[in-house]
């Protein structure tokens, strides 16, 4: 391992071996596992978490994104944060989960904050799909336009739903 150091007053400065080991324990154990080093590093900080918050994210009911986040809280602020989540039957999106943060770490985050934060209301999940040309060609003789396609697309799906809503009103 190559380290820089610098002998000042008969002390030695560099980078810490015990730091350069650490990071490089992660990223190999994130190498094997098939994920960055950062991943583990992140999964480590889930450990943090209240275990009533660990369940949430265990059930999928809090995403990793935010969970990281909140693992960064205090426990009397993720204990606030249970509590919020338990009355208002909402879990934090990550931009919720950031502002917690940011404002704990400012000292300002208090019940008040975090339940107005809380009870915003969150983006619609977006409903988008994108379907792959590669995977449609096979269906399409080569001449069609994408936008062809799409058009054929949906009178098939229209097709569809009249045949569907002619077998269910039987």
Do not use: H
């Amino acid at each position: 391992m190559l380290l820089a150091f610098e002998k000042t007053a008969g002390r030695t400065f560099g980078t810490s071996p015990k730091i350069s080991a650490k990071f490089q324990s992660d990223d190999s154990i994130g190498d094997e596992a098939g994920v960055s080093g950062n991943t583990v590093r992140n999964y480590i900080a889930l450990n943090n978490l209240i275990p009533e918050l660990m369940e949430m994210v265990d059930e999928k009911k809090i995403a990793l994104s935010p969970a990281y986040q909140i693992a960064a809280l205090p426990k009397e602020s993720q204990e606030q944060l249970f509590d919020t989540i338990e009355s208002e039957q909402a879990t934090p999106s990550l931009s919720q989960a950031q502002r917690l943060r940011k404002l704990s770490q400012a000292g300002e985050l208090n019940e008040d904050t975090m339940l107005s934060i809380m009870m915003e209301q969150k983006k619609p999940e977006r409903n988008d799909i994108t379907l792959s040309g590669d995977k449609l060609k096979k269906y399409f003789p080569r001449s069609y336009s994408p936008k062809r396609i799409e058009e054929t697309i949906f009178k098939l799906l229209d097709a569809w739903l009249k045949k569907r809503q002619r077998e269910n009103s039987r």
